[in-house]
């Protein structure tokens, strides 16, 4: 299985993927590092990326996606993915693979992105992602809508619960239970 956490710049899609990778044991990485260098340069120059740039970079993702599933090991991936036809391409022919896409409002992502340092999102194309966001609806199955409320620790939480993975340890007392009124546990 592999979990995409999605959402706008300064939603906390890399803090929470990061969170929840360690929480599962599962591979992380942030889709930011699979950027061509031309996307980086222009959102670090507060250009914001078409369609047509982010394809590349959606391909890159799929390879990721594929190669984890191909070596069925699990992981967790942060991207942005805004758009239903850029979620629809990630997940098509990829049953294994969910989204959580974290819902945040414009005013919490920007003062996140004022105190971001060391990134090259440049904040002010905070506007052209909510701009380009186009929220999941309802049919997309397989993405669940997250919202941004306390720590990322609980945020990763909240998505581990929304998962169907077997208990690690569903009985950790190997010891037999209380005895029925028939004497039989």
């Not at 974290?102 to 194309?125: K, N, S, T, V, Y």
């Not at 052209?128 to 669940?144: C, H, I, M, N, T």
């Amino acid at each position: 299985m592999i979990v995409i956490v999605a959402g706008v710049s300064g939603s906390g899609k890399s803090t929470v993927g990061e969170e929840l990778a360690g929480k599962l044991g599962w591979a992380f990485i942030d889709g930011d590092s699979l950027h061509p260098r031309e996307n980086i340069a222009k959102m670090s120059a507060g250009t914001p990326l078409t369609d047509a740039d982010r394809m590349p970079w959606l391909d890159a993702i799929g390879g990721w996606l594929d190669a984890r599933l191909t070596a069925a090991e699990p992981g967790v991936l942060a991207c942005s993915a805004l758009k239903r036809s850029y979620r629809d391409l990630l997940m098509a022919s990829r049953p294994a693979v969910s989204m959580a896409f974290l819902r945040i409002c414009r005013e919490i992502a920007a003062q996140r992105l004022a105190e971001r340092h060391g990134h090259f999102f440049d904040p002010h194309l905070l506007a052209s992602q909510f701009a380009d966001l186009e929220p999941p609806g309802p049919d997309e199955k397989a993405v669940w809508v997250v919202p941004v409320a306390g720590t990322p620790a609980e945020v990763a939480g909240d998505i581990v619960s929304r998962l169907s993975l077997p208990d690690p340890d569903p009985d950790p007392d190997p010891r037999p239970g209380p005895l029925s009124e028939s004497g039989r546990t």
